[in-house]
Nanobody
């Protein structure tokens, strides 16, 4: 059973930073995508950043490029999202998710199979 547990969310003022973590368990493959997604009230879930577990290749949404960094610790089965220069529009529930290596769009939430329960990020102006 694949389980994903996010942590690190909270409230911060604009310009601040947060670091999210997602601990994964139950994954038997070594080739998969670990993605971060977010959903604000009344909006669709959107891809934020993704990393390919084996190679470390990363993908970012245009809205977070240069501000967010996704990384992974293979030994700890953990993926991180370092968020800097946060803006009020970054306020959302943030989820991590896992997809197999066959997907074609690493930032497309419809292609991810396993999801965590999310962690709330609130950025005040």
């Amino acid at each position: 059973q694949v389980q994903l547990v996010e942590s690190g969310g909270g409230s911060v003022q604009a310009g601040g930073s947060l670091r999210l973590s997602c601990a994964a368990s139950g994954i038997t493959s070594s080739t998969y995508y670990l993605g971060w997604f977010r959903q604000a009230p009344g909006k669709e879930r959107e891809g934020v950043a993704t990393i390919y577990r084996s190679s470390g290749r990363t993908y970012y949404a245009d809205s977070v490029k240069g501000r967010f960094t996704v990384s992974r610790d293979v030994a700890k089965h953990t993926v991180y999202l370092q968020m800097n220069s946060l803006k009020p529009e970054d306020t959302a529930m943030y989820y991590c998710a896992v997809a197999g290596n066959w997907i074609s769009s690493p930032l497309s939430n419809s292609q991810y199979t396993y999801w965590g329960h999310g962690t709330q990020v609130t950025v005040s102006s």
